[in-house]
Each structure stands twice: as structure tokens, then as C-alpha cells.
């Protein structure tokens, strides 16, 4: 577990802060690892994930409806981050004949967006490191390693975009540490807290696994997003696709030969 707790730190601290060194991302190659994790996340989810859920025999009739409800969340919790989970960056901002006039009140909005911001993306994060609990009365379920590689390929991006808005929304990098620090803290923390209530059968097998559930859905839709909309004009493009399917190659290879 202590493996694991330094991959969901040390992630999305390290890749946060390469801002200080890559001030402006290469698009093109930003773009490209995105797809790539995005695709092993997608495929970790069909072919290892929910198998692995479905093959239980607690509870499996309301393994789907989980599923649905772990889509849904994240939907919702991406009216608040603005999809910093899969890599969007947004630092627009809107001028007016009033900037003067509201600079300090946007200045304050800025301070709350920020907290609202990373406390959404906090509750993601700390589902996805519950998600990693190893279960007493279930068995081992999945590859604990196979999920974690896929938490940290689409966190590291995620951090760094995490990174540029705010040291755009609070005009200082150094102002958005915490943040970052908050930010990569939460994963563990899920992990910690369930592991926790494991161990002292404080939640139910079953109940582990509906929460294993929403967070499949919650890959679902970030993966799907991910990869979707890396060709928002629905153009082919090679390079992408190669990328694709090697993130996918690599999430069959993780199940099915290691």
C-alpha cells in the first residue's frame, strides 16, 4: 500500500509542478498522452474492471445501476472543474468597460472558483484512491497495479492543467502550490480512509463493491471524453489512433500477459 500511496502523491505533485519548466505545453504532445492514457483507462475499465465486478456474487444485480450513477457523478462534477480531469486547460477571461470598476469582486469570485474547483476535483480523486482498498471477503477483484498505472496516466495531465488555470485565475504559481498539494493528498487519502473501514468492517463487502462500481463509471466517462473528444471535428487522424491503440495494447497486455 505505501507503493501505491507515493504513486497517487508523487503523480500529480511532480507533473503539477513541471509548470515551472514547460510554462507552454506542447499541444500536439499534451494532447497525444492524453489519448493515450484515456484509452488504457477505457480499456483497463471493459475488459478488466467490470468483469472483475460482474464475476462477484454479491450483489450483481445493482452492479450496472452503480455504474450509471458513477457516469452520472462525474458529469456533474465536471460543471465545477470544467473537465480538468481529462486535461482541459481554460484560463479565458473576460474584459469589459468595467474591469476597474468589479477587479476586486472578480478578484474574490476567482478565490471561491478556485476552492470550488479543487474540492470537485478533490472528491474524484479520493474516490478513485478508495477504488484501490483491497477487499476482505472478495478476493482480490483486479490488479491493484493494473488501475493504479491507470489513475496516474490521466492524474499527471490532470495536475498539470490543474496548475496553468490556477496560476492564471490567482496570478501566481506560487499562490496555487497548495492547491496542487491539496490536489494530490486526496487520492491517498480515499485509499487510507477505505482501507480503513475495511479493515475494521466498517463498510460491506458488497458496499465496496458498489463503490468500486461508481468509480467505473466515473473512468467511463473521463476516458470516453478523453478520447472522443480528441477529434472534436470527427476527422481521422493517424497519429492519434496509433496512440490509442497502443494505451489500449497496453491495458491488454496488462490483463491478459502479465
Known sequence: MVFSILVLFLTPLISGLLIYLVPKSKDTNYKLLLV???????????????PELYSQSLGIELIGLFVL?????????????????????????????????????????RS???????????????????????????????????????????RAPAAFALMTVLAFQLHSRNKAIPHLIGFSLAAPMGLLFSTYLVNHEVI????????????????????????????????????????????????VGVQYIL
Open 204 to 251: 460491506s463487502a458488497t458496499a465496496l463493491l458498489y463503490l468500486f462500481a461508481v468509480v467505473s463509471g466515473n473512468f467511463l466517462h473521463i476516458s470516453t471524453t478523453i478520447v472522443f473528444e480528441s477529434s472534436p471535428e470527427h476527422r481521422f487522424h493517424a497519429k492519434k489512433m496509433a496512440v490509442a491503440i497502443v494505451g489500449a495494447l497496453l491495458a
Open 112 to 154: 471561491i472558483s478556485a476552492l470550488v474547483l479543487l474540492f470537485a476535483l478533490c472528491i474524484h480523486a479520493f474516490l478513485e484512491g478508495a477504488m484501490l482498498a483491497k477487499p476482505i471477503g472478495l478476493g482480490s477483484i483486479y490488479d491493484i497495479n493494473a488501475i493504479l498505472l491507470g489513475i496516474a496516466l490521466h
Open 36 to 50: 493515450f492514457g484515456g484509452s488504457y483507462l477505457f480499456a483497463i475499465t471493459v475488459i478488466h474492471i467490470l
Open 69 to 109: 450513477a458513477g457516469f452520472f457523478l462525474q458529469q456533474l462534477l465536471e460543471y465545477f472543474t470544467s473537465g480538468i480531469e481529462h486535461g482541459h486547460i481554460h484560463t479565458h477571461e473576460h474584459h469589459g468597460h468595467d474591469h476597474q470598476k468589479h477587479s476586486h469582486h472578480r478578484h474574490g469570485n
